[in-house]
């Protein structure tokens, strides 16, 4: 796989040192970070979506 540099800032450098575990690449807590943001960013778009739902009234409740 192809390999980049990037800058960060020292202080950037340490706050990925505690989210990682030991023995984490930069590249592995940096992929970790991506996929959680990833996540979230589904999870408050179905939420979102259900509010709208909700909201207009177009839903069937289920008994």
Request: cysteine-free; proline content about 0%.
């Given at each position: 796989?192809q390999k980049?540099t990037?800058q960060l800032e020292k202080?950037?450098?340490?706050?990925?040192?505690?989210?990682g575990?030991?023995g984490?690449?930069?590249d592995?807590v940096i992929?970790?970070l991506?996929?959680?943001h990833?996540?979230?960013?589904?999870?408050?778009?179905?939420?979102?979506?259900q509010?709208?739902i909700?909201?207009e009234?177009?839903?069937?409740?289920?008994?």
């Open positions: 796989m980049t990037i202080s950037t450098v340490e706050k990925l040192k505690n989210v575990t030991m984490d690449t930069y592995t992929r970790n991506v996929e959680e990833m996540r979230i960013r589904r999870r408050d778009f179905l939420v979102e979506t509010h709208r909700a909201k009234g177009k839903f069937t409740e289920l008994d």
